[in-house]
């Protein structure tokens, strides 16, 4: 059954705000409160037109809004499927390893811990697995031309992919999880600053207290499934965030 016939989803004709942005914002409130679950498939755009008495092309359009905002994906063969409801826009998902290769670095990684470890409440949120459940814990340091870049440390779901320390220090953790068949389709990420204690300015070849850029990020795949819990800094003297900001419409 169409899960959005359960919503009792309408538009006011008189309003000046359009019908599809009317649509798409009914949409989103569901999918935030949770009355539309990551992983549920919407129905027809045609029979979801069809109840409100509105155009295909209005429905399609506020259906592709949600799709940008990360929200909404569509899956060839599946239909429309809500993803993850506290996901807000759309990221480019890439890794260090990925960014430095780009730019004609030769990235090198070292694995420093390759363990399983009970997910603290922190990591069990983040992941949304029981506190207390096996993880994956990997830490490792990340250089260019032979230099400390960065300190990356990531817990990943147990069992969800082959994770020995000669495939991690071969290649990006990413580019593993393709391998295996897990498509990457968002991430909620936040970006920061501290100054580096003895032992991280020790890993990075900085100074202690010399500046470091932080970021943390979990990543879902097309199903809304949490993949991946990430927290990592970086030399601010070597590395720098670029984001793409764009005006709402």
């Known amino acids: 059954m169409d899960p959005t016939v359960a919503l009792h989803l ?28 990551p992983g549920s498939l919407l129905g027809n755009e045609i029979d979801l037109a069809g109840r409100l008495g509105l155009s ?30 506290q996901v807000k826009r759309p990221l480019e998902l890439s890794s260090l390893y990925d960014d ?31 506190e207390g459940s096996e993880v994956h814990l990997v ?14 440390r990531n817990h990943i779901p147990a069992g969800l992919l082959p994770l020995d320390t000669e495939r ?19 991430a909620r990420q936040s970006v920061g600053a501290r100054a580096a204690g003895a032992d991280e300015a020790g890993l990075l070849a900085e100074p202690e207290g010399a500046p470091l850029l932080t970021m943390r990020r979990t990543t879902f795949d097309d199903t809304g499934r949490a993949v991946e819990f990430g927290s990592h800094i970086y030399r601010a003297s070597r590395y720098s965030f670029e984001f793409q900001l764009l005006v709402r419409p």
């Open 139 to 152: 830490e490792r340091l990340r250089l260019a031309h032979g230099e400390p870049m960065a300190y990356l």
């Open 168 to 186: 991690l220090e071969a290649t990006g953790l990413y580019r593993l999880m393709r391998a295996a068949g897990i498509t990457l389709h968002s």
């Open 10 to 37: 309408g538009v006011d004709r008189s309003s000046p705000v359009p019908l599809y942005f009317q649509l798409s914002q009914q949409l989103e409130a569901a999918i935030e409160r949770g009355a539309l679950t």
């Open 56 to 85: 295909r092309p209005t429905v399609r359009q506020a259906i592709q809004s949600l799709v940008d905002k990360g929200l909404l994906v569509r899956r060839r063969g599946v239909g429309t499927q809500v993803v993850h409801s």
């Open 100 to 130: 430095l290769e780009a730019a004609g670095q030769r990235p090198e990684t070292r694995v420093l811990s390759n363990v399983v470890e009970p997910a603290t409440a922190e990591t069990a949120a983040a992941l949304g697995v029981a």
